[in-house]
T-cell receptor, first 111, second 115 residues
Framework: QQPVQSPQAVILREGEDAVINCSSSKALYSVHWYRQKHGEAPVFLMILLKGGEQKGHEKISASFNEKKQQSSLYLTASQLSYSGTYFCGTPDNQAGTALIFGKGTTLSVSS | ETGVTQTPRHLVMGMTNKKSLKCEQHLGHNAMYWYKQSAKKPLELMFVYSLEERVENNSVPSRFSPECPNSSHLFLHLHTLQPEDSALYLC??????????????FGSGTRLTVV
């Protein structure tokens, strides 16, 4: 079952912050975050593993709460280059054969 | 070339045609995947290959037929497609099968239009 992302879209001005959420109705073992710019391939940002750890990539960080079965992506002081669609991905089963992805959150940053 | 390369970038085919999509990775990865990306839909997992063996077929219609002749190449053979099969088809690879610590590397995709 695919993870659920919210919100569907975010519009920001440069320098503003945003939070994108990813939740699942089943137990999560890990969460991946990707960004896809228009017309380009999705690019891996980071992976969150069980343990509630936080990770960072530039001014983008994420948290993972396996008890709540959710992860959040934090974009701080957004830049124009942050625009794109953000996807979270979770293993399709306990064996972790492959990732299944949420529908994505479209982020638009303007100057 | 480095990364994951997909050809062709764009493909228009009739419903009675047979065509193939090609994916090539130069990363030394052991797992490769096909995903379908349609407008307003999530990335849909189609096939998973690990060490050249298919490990998952995600209820994909038989008009899509994958082939993995070696760990660097992945094909998706198409025949008698339907207009609803029009989408962006993305290939990805990872160091090992599943949620790799280093993530997936995606190709830029093939934009398929079925007329």
């Amino acid at each position: 079952q695919q993870p659920v992302q919210s919100p569907q879209a975010v519009i920001l001005r440069e320098g503003e912050d945003a939070v994108i959420n990813c939740s699942s109705s089943k137990a999560l073992y890990s969460v991946h975050w990707y960004r896809q710019k228009h017309g380009e391939a999705p690019v891996f940002l980071m992976i969150l593993l069980k343990g509630g750890e936080q990770k960072g990539h530039e001014k983008i960080s994420a948290s993972f709460n396996e008890k709540k079965q959710q992860s959040s992506l934090y974009l701080t002081a957004s830049q124009l280059s942050y625009s794109g669609t953000y996807f979270c991905g979770t293993p399709d089963n306990q064996a972790g054969t492959a990732l299944i992805f949420g529908k994505g959150t479209t982020l638009s940053v303007s100057s | 070339e480095t990364g994951v390369t997909q050809t062709p970038r764009h493909l228009v085919m009739g419903m009675t045609n047979k065509k193939s999509l090609k994916c090539e990775q130069h990363l030394g990865h052991n797992a490769m995947y096909w995903y379908k990306q349609s407008a307003k839909k999530p990335l849909e997992l189609m096939f998973v290959y690990s060490l050249e063996e298919r490990v998952e077929n995600n209820s994909v219609p038989s008009r899509f037929s994958p082939e993995c002749p070696n760990s660097s190449h992945l094909f998706l053979h198409l025949h008698t497609l339907q207009p609803e099969d029009s989408a962006l088809y993305l290939c990805a690879s990872s160091q090992e099968q599943g949620p790799s610590l280093y993530g997936y590397t995606f190709g830029s995709g093939t934009r398929l239009t079925v007329v």
